[in-house]
């Protein structure tokens, strides 16, 4: 089956957008999903988010990609057909579709609802999934799930607003809950403002916390606090704030995607508090171990979340009014998107409007 092509491996037509190699352009591409299994949900797709990883994938910067590849994680969309064995959703629900498609479903992380570190999930795409199949993402007109990897998506939460949470959302709030920084009155920072570090901004005021953002960028102070609701901003190259700072937070969420140094950032720690990195730069970070032994100081690691907490997250955004900010577009304006995203220069999430734009091609 997996030797086929693309288009003729499955018997249910699609249609996106897809890269062909490392240059990581985008065009049109007609492929196929599979049809609809006893547990699998079938769904239009209306939007699809473009997370800063589709970037790292497109141009193969992690090592692991699969071409053609049709990326995009943070997809919303709306049901269209259903398994017999469906239990939680009906055709007309609004769902959305995260980063995972399939997990062994018996290991321990799987039996623990941690199906993100299940050591042989399958991605949403970009990976093989369990039939030798390669998986295509939600740059797409529709998809078909195993009805355990869908959300839904609470009423009053817009779905183009909806759909960066599905990535984004739940790589900021899975840590802010696991290592308790989810308490009201804790001094939380937060590293560089683009799609995941304005979300964590929202998702840690909505717990309570007072929260400084630390950036390269000074420019972006009025915005920090003015409009995401940012309590301090730190310009991390300025040595007299960032001196002014030591040893003031209970913990720090790292959203940079580049190689920075985090030295400064530990210093910026209280005794027994937590660094948690999100993002995922490309080449090694250094970290000098004493700074750590001085305050008994936590580096550690997070990577999106499982199912039932991905739920968690975004019926708690919906019932707190945390809302992604994003720039609709069309998808053929993708390429230039992902342009703009290497130079960091979006507020805050593309989203592309897939119901209205996407057009089959001949």
Same mark, same amino acid.
């Given at each position: 089956m997996a %030797?086929?092509?693309?288009? =003729?491996?499955?018997? /249910?037509?699609? =249609?996106?957008?897809?890269? /062909?190699?490392? %240059?990581?352009f985008l065009s049109p591409f007609n492929f196929s999903r599979r049809k609809t299994g006893e547990k699998d949900v079938a769904?239009?797709?209306?939007?699809?988010?473009?997370?800063? %990883?589709?970037?790292? &994938?497109?141009?193969?910067?992690?090592?692991?990609?699969?071409? *053609? &590849?049709? *990326?995009?994680?943070?997809? #919303?969309?709306?049901?269209?057909?259903?398994? %017999?064995?469906?239990?939680?959703?009906?055709?007309?629900?609004?769902?959305?579709?995260?980063?995972l498609v399939e997990s062994c479903r018996s290991c321990q992380n799987c039996v623990e609802d941690l199906e993100n570190y299940c050591p042989t999930n399958v991605m949403t795409y970009g990976a093989k999934y369990i039939d030798g199949t390669i998986t295509y993402g939600g740059y797409s007109?529709? &998809?078909? #799930?195993d009805e355990h990897f869908v959300i839904r998506i609470p009423q009053g939460l817009p779905l183009d607003v909806a759909a960066p949470l599905l990535c984004a959302g739940i790589t900021v709030y899975s840590p802010l809950r696991y290592f308790g920084l989810d308490k009201p009155g804790l001094h939380l920072g937060v590293v560089g403002l683009g799609g995941l570090g304005h979300v964590a901004v929202k998702f840690a005021k909505a717990f309570s916390a007072k929260v400084t953002v630390i950036s390269t960028s000074p420019n972006k102070k009025d915005e920090a606090i003015k409009i995401l609701g940012a309590d301090s901003f730190l310009s991390s190259r300025d040595q007299d704030q960032m001196q002014a700072a030591m040893e003031s937070m209970d913990g720090i969420i790292d959203t940079v995607s580049a190689v920075h140094p985090i030295v400064s950032l530990i210093g910026l720690l209280k005794s027994?508090?937590?660094? #948690? &990195?999100?993002?995922?730069?490309?080449? *090694?970070?250094e970290l000098p171990v004493f700074p750590l032994l001085k305050g008994r100081k936590i580096v550690a690691g997070s990577l999106i979340g499982g199912l039932k907490e991905t739920q968690e997250m975004i019926d708690f955004a919906a019932k707190h009014n945390v809302k992604p900010e994003i720039e609709v577009i069309a998808i053929d304006y993708v390429n230039t998107a992902m342009e703009r995203l290497a130079k960091a220069d979006v507020?805050? /999430?593309?989203v592309i409007d897939i119901a209205n734009t996407l057009k089959p091609t001949s």
């Open positions: %030797s086929q092509q693309p288009e =003729f491996e499955h018997p /249910r037509k699609a =249609f996106g957008w897809a890269a /062909r190699d490392t %240059s990581g769904l239009k797709v209306l939007y699809c988010a473009i997370c800063h %990883s589709d970037l790292h &994938m497109l141009k193969n910067e992690w090592g692991n990609a699969i071409y *053609p &590849m049709v *990326p995009g994680h943070e997809v #919303v969309g709306v049901v269209t057909e259903v398994g %017999s064995k469906v239990e939680k959703y009906k055709v007309g629900d609004k769902v959305g579709i995260g980063c007109d529709s &998809m078909v #799930v027994h508090g937590k660094l #948690v &990195m999100v993002g995922g730069p490309a080449k *090694p970070l507020k805050y /999430r593309f």
